[in-house]
């Protein structure tokens, strides 16, 4: 079994800096890229921030310049440092991990359950 664990939401004011963390844990051979999506009621969700085990990232256009992604290979996490937030920010956070797990011949992607965002004044 693999999970995904969440932490660092919550509410912030415009203008302001959240960081999201996510540990990955269970039977893990190999992460091969993890990252962030978000999601607002009623729309699809979203990529934010994407990292590759060898720190190869990509970004929304909507967040460039203002969130960075980073990982820590050896605690299976990844972080997403969030400034300048504007409200459009507000959503729910998804973990998302592609990962080779015992048992298989070929990885997947996990999710974790989500952490809220909310950007407001």
């Known amino acids: 079994q693999v999970q995904l664990v969440e932490s660092g939401g919550g509410w912030m004011q415009p203008g302001g800096s959240l960081r999201l963390s996510c540990a990955a844990s269970?039977?893990?051979?190999?992460?091969?890229?993890m990252g962030w999506y978000r999601q607002t009621p009623g729309k699809q969700r979203e990529l934010v921030a994407t990292?590759?085990?060898?720190?190869?990232?990509n970004f929304a256009d909507s967040v460039k310049g203002r969130f960075t992604i980073s990982n820590d290979n050896a605690k299976r996490t990844v972080y997403l440092q969030m400034n300048s937030l504007k409200p459009e920010d507000t959503a729910v956070y998804y973990c998302?991990?592609?990962?080779?797990?015992?048992?298989?011949?070929?990885?997947?992607?996990?999710w974790g359950k989500g952490t809220l965002v909310t950007v407001s004044s």
């Open positions: 998302n991990a592609d990962i080779l797990d015992l048992g298989r011949f070929s990885s997947r992607d996990y």
């Open positions: 269970g039977s893990i051979l190999n992460i091969y890229t």
């Open positions: 990292i590759t085990s060898g720190g190869y990232t």
